[in-house]
């Protein structure tokens, strides 16, 4: 693509790494190592991993007392009771936020996330600055998420250095007294989930 | 090993900024790295503690510039050659040069995925009783090893308490040195943040990491 300073810019780096990628894919076919279809499969796969998938977790406890008590003292059993694959986590934990207390998630050693509850990672969770202050300066994190917490709030970090997963089951918002499961379950964001947010307090636009 | 990829409590990278409705992949190509890894991870030709070792073994330089699925796309590329499921010239031919391993392929569609796309477990039948117990006072041991490990830094030298036991799990340090699964007890252990940070911690405030049974001895 030529612009008005008179020469052509070089081709986006990107269609280098795909051109890399693609050669790769191509000649693990040729070998026989995996298929089109394989990868096809694994697309489809995670695209049926979201934040949805915590979402009504969170959503179900925040209406049922019984089924709180059950995902909190078995969560992977809780998930499968509402048909939720949580089997790919070896052991799932849930951290319950309440006035006193908040959990903060991050894996400080490389990107370990819930992904058969929340999908796939956000950049910033990835992200370098996420995975250094996080541990050493949580609050300032959360303000930078536009999230003031008082002072006398005790806010506890879980650095995810094994294979345990956790997710953070955000307090339920004032005024939503009454609200359906599904309603609810659109106030659970992922940021939520992780810790750095409030559930939101009223339906997105 | 005390790499760049351990990088708790480190600063000067700035804020963290969220990407308001970020996509679940900026480019299609990032999708394709994560398909194929797991694709590739079928196999089992490598475990998890395997490729992230191979990840933090990456140039610093390489490692803090170039995006998260290119590091993917390099480690399963370094992988395959290690293994020899294909080979280092036959990346750079862009074609077969001879014909692959016999790999252990099972059928596979989207009906037997959740077969082949799940991890092995990790948890492993224990060796001895558990060390510790919940609320337990430990020290995490100061060591500096060459080889992988998952007790950041930070972490290390420090007093905690046990908040929960895990059972056995297969031991990272052992797995990515190639000395098999070697199982310990895995334990959550709280630290108060001014043990770890210092006077100027916030008073109240705790990190949890989960910690093998070797990283321990009592507080």
Redesign the interface.
């Given at each position: 693509m030529s612009d008005d300073h008179g020469h052509d810019h070089p081709k986006h780096e990107?269609s280098y790494?795909?051109k890399?990628?693609?050669?790769?894919?191509?000649?693990?076919i040729?070998?026989?190592?995996?298929?089109e279809?394989?990868?096809?499969?694994?697309?489809?796969?995670?695209e049926a991993r979201t934040p949805a998938n915590g979402a009504r977790l969170v959503a179900k406890a925040w209406v049922d007392p019984a089924f709180k008590a059950r995902f909190i003292a078995d969560p992977k059993a809780a998930c499968q009771e509402i048909g939720i694959?949580a089997?790919?986590i070896?052991?799932f934990?849930v951290l319950e936020n309440t006035p006193q207390v908040r959990h903060m998630v991050?894996c400080?050693?490389?990107?370990c996330y819930p992904r058969p509850i929340l999908?796939?990672p956000?950049?910033?969770y990835?992200?370098?600055?996420?995975?250094?202050?996080s541990?050493?300066d949580?609050?300032g994190?959360m303000r930078?998420?536009g999230l003031e917490l008082p002072d006398e709030v005790?806010?506890?970090?879980?650095?995810?250095?094994?294979?345990?997963r956790y997710i953070v089951m955000p307090m339920r918002p004032a005024g939503t007294e009454g609200w359906s499961e599904d309603d609810l379950a659109k106030l659970v964001t992922r940021?939520s989930m992780i810790g750095v947010m409030d559930a939101l307090p009223s339906l997105p636009e | 090993m005390d790499g760049v990829h351990d990088m708790g409590g480190m600063d000067g990278f700035g804020k963290v900024e969220p990407e308001p409705n970020e996509p679940v992949f900026h480019h299609p190509w990032e999708g394709r790295v994560l398909a194929m890894s797991r694709a590739i991870g079928v196999f089992r030709a490598w475990t998890i503690d395997t490729s992230r070792h191979a990840i933090e073994m990456m140039a610093p330089s390489f490692y803090l510039s170039r995006p998260y699925y290119e590091k993917w796309f390099v480690r399963n590329q370094n992988l395959l050659i290690e293994k020899g499921i294909v080979d280092a010239d036959e990346v750079e031919a862009g074609r077969a040069l001879r014909p692959a391993k016999n790999l252990p392929r099972g059928p596979f569609s989207l009906d037997d995925i959740d077969k082949v796309t799940k991890r092995g477990s990790f948890y492993r039948p224990a060796q001895g009783p558990a060390q510790f117990k919940i609320g337990d006072r430990v020290r995490t041991k100061n060591f500096h090893p060459k080889h992988h490990t998952r007790l950041p830094r930070y972490a290390r030298g420090h007093v905690g308490v046990v908040e929960r036991l895990h059972g056995t799990h297969a031991f990272p340090d052992s797995v990515a040195s190639g000395k098999g699964d070697d199982p310990h007890w895995l334990y959550t252990v709280r630290f108060d943040a001014q043990e770890l940070w210092g006077a100027d911690a916030e008073p109240g405030s705790k990190v949890s990491i989960e910690a093998f049974e070797p990283y321990l001895e009592e507080g």
């Open positions: 990107l790494y795909a890399r990628i693609y050669a790769m894919r191509d000649l693990l040729e070998k026989g190592v995996i298929s279809k394989d990868i096809q499969c694994q697309i489809e796969y995670q694959d089997t790919a070896n052991e934990v991050v400080t050693l490389c990107s999908g796939r956000p950049d910033w990835k992200s370098f600055n996420y995975r250094q202050r541990v050493s949580p609050r994190v930078e998420f005790e806010v506890r970090v879980h650095d995810s250095t094994a294979d345990i940021d | -």
